[in-house]
């Protein structure tokens, strides 16, 4: 019998935890082994638990998410960790991802999308929500900047079009 990913889940609002626990049980994919509502708690249960997977909001009491990532990455350095957040702020994506956080997914998300980023960050991808993604780009390529202005498009390079398009 092959090993489920462990996950913890992390979030302030009791009832969202426990609507992605059901989520996640009902996949047959993942072992729910604990559930935080503090980044404190997080970290705690994190170091305990040992979870391959933590789903970590960035707004929570005594210690915020964000804060958190630090520590997590350093008790649990094998975990991924997925941003399920209500801030769609880029500088919210930014810090999370430079703290070291695996994903960053809004939590408008539909859950079929919750699932994918999961599979994704457990192989070692960098998921991030497609409404996020732009921001992304605009800071590795000033040219994305500019709006959908036809110039724009057509003054990259074949292989920047190219690229862009994969991305």
Request: proline fraction near 5%; avoid cysteine.
């Amino acid at each position: 019998m092959t090993h489920l990913p462990r996950v913890l889940l992390a979030d302030d609002h009791a009832v969202l935890r426990s609507g992605l626990r059901l989520l996640l049980t009902s996949q047959n994919e993942y072992d729910v082994v604990g559930e935080a509502s503090s980044g404190t708690e997080t970290i705690s249960l994190a170091e305990r638990l040992q979870p391959d997977l933590i789903l970590l909001d960035l707004s929570m009491p005594s210690l915020g998410g964000l804060d958190a990532l630090p520590a997590l990455r350093k008790l649990v350095p094998s975990a991924r960790i997925l941003i399920l957040t209500m801030h769609d702020d880029p500088q919210y994506l930014r810090q999370a991802l430079k703290n070291g956080a695996s994903g960053y997914v809004l939590k408008k998300a539909a859950d079929a999308e919750l699932l994918s980023a999961m599979r994704a960050v457990l192989r070692g991808e960098v998921y991030v929500h497609p409404s996020m993604t732009r921001i992304l780009l605009e800071d590795l390529l000033p040219i994305a900047k500019m709006t959908s202005d036809e110039n724009a498009w057509g003054s990259l390079s074949e292989r920047e079009q190219e690229v862009l398009k994969m991305v």
